[in-house]
Each structure stands twice: as structure tokens, then as C-alpha cells.
């Protein structure tokens, strides 16, 4: 009979290998945020500013707007945060409309056109879009998901006023907000 060309132990160092190599690889892939639904974005900041009687409030990944919540109706205190870490990154914050209620959004483990994102407790798709237009009118929240290009928006009262001259529908957003028809 001929020599054994496998043992038992070097089936063992070999699984080992195989399984070590395994590991390493899913965890290098989470570090970098890889996966079905692509790479995670890295959160850098954001900021608000009013367009007429709106307020928007926008966050950045890099030098460019990635998601954008216009306001109209809100009336006391607002505000945002958010947190970027090697596994997971947040981004959140909140509005009052006028008769006080704290309506409240997050966004949890961003990507390009994706991760978790709630306003006031109801979840919304990226992939439909990244901006948000939001009205409290009646003591209502209602909500528009709008799939605008926010990349080349300047984050500033121009920037966004330019943006809404482009699209009618953010126009007759601020309008309503105004009171005009």
C-alpha cells in the first residue's frame, strides 16, 4: 500500500488556514464598509440655513451635500449631530413644529444611496432620494421624498434658493410656506 497523502493533523493546519483567511477577509470588509449595498459614507459635518419662511439642514459626506431635510413650519428649537466611527457612522437630529412637538430623524449607517433613515418614526428608501421636504401644516407631518441632484448644491440661503428655482416643486413648497398660493 502506498504512503497516506493526507493525515489528519494537516487536514486540520489546512481548515485552520482556511479559516483564519476567512476571518481576516469579512473583517477587512466590514472595516472598509463593503457589502451589497456599497461603500459607507463618511460623515463630515452639515449645517442649516432658511430659504424664505423654510429651513433646510443638510449633511455633508466630503465637500458635498448627501441628504437635505427642507422645513417649513417649525418654530422654536432645532437641532443636529453627527458621529463617524471605524465601523458604523450617525447622523441625526430634530425639529419642533409650532405647537411643540420634537420631530425627530436619523440616519444610521449612511451610504451613497442608502443606509437607515427615519423621520418621526417612519423609515424612507435613499435609493428614492436624498432630499426631504417636510411641513407641519394642521399639526400634520407630512413628508416628500424628492430624488434631486444635492451634489453640486452650495451650502448656503443661494445655493439652495438656486436649487428651488430649478425644481417647481420645492417653489411651491417655500410658496405654501409663505402663505401664498
Known amino acids: 500500500m502506498g504512503k497516506r497523502l493526507f493525515t489528519t493533523r494537516s487536514v486540520a493546519i ?29 460623515i463630515n459635518g452639515g449645517g442649516t440655513c432658511s430659504v424664505g419662511e423654510t429651513a433646510v439642514e443638510y449633511v455633508f ?16 428649537p432645532s437641532g443636529s449631530s453627527s458621529e463617524s466611527g471605524l465601523f458604523s457612522s450617525t447622523s441625526r437630529g430634530f425639529f419642533s413644529s409650532a405647537d411643540g412637538k420634537r420631530i425627530k430623524w436619523a440616519w444610521q449607517d449612511p451610504r451613497e444611496k442608502g443606509g437607515d433613515f427615519e423621520i418621526d418614526g417612519t423609515r424612507y428608501d435613499l435609493a428614492d432620494g436624498g432630499l426631504f421636504l417636510l411641513s407641519t401644516k394642521d399639526g400634520q407631518v407630512r413628508v416628500t421624498q424628492l430624488d434631486v441632484d444635492l451634489s453640486q448644491v452650495q451650502a448656503n440661503t443661494q445655493g439652495f434658493e438656486a436649487l428651488a428655482k430649478k425644481e417647481p416643486r420645492i417653489a411651491k413648497f417655500i410658496a405654501e410656506a409663505s402663505g401664498q398660493k
Not at 448627501?66 to 413650519?73: D, E, F, N, P, Q
Open 14 to 42: 489546512v481548515g485552520c488556514l482556511v479559516l483564519v483567511t476567512l476571518v481576516v477577509i469579512l473583517g477587512v470588509w466590514l472595516t472598509l464598509g463593503l457589502g451589497p449595498r456599497g461603500p459607507r459614507l463618511a
Open 61 to 76: 459626506s466630503g465637500d458635498k451635500i448627501a441628504l437635505a431635510i427642507w422645513c417649513a413650519g417649525i418654530h422654536g
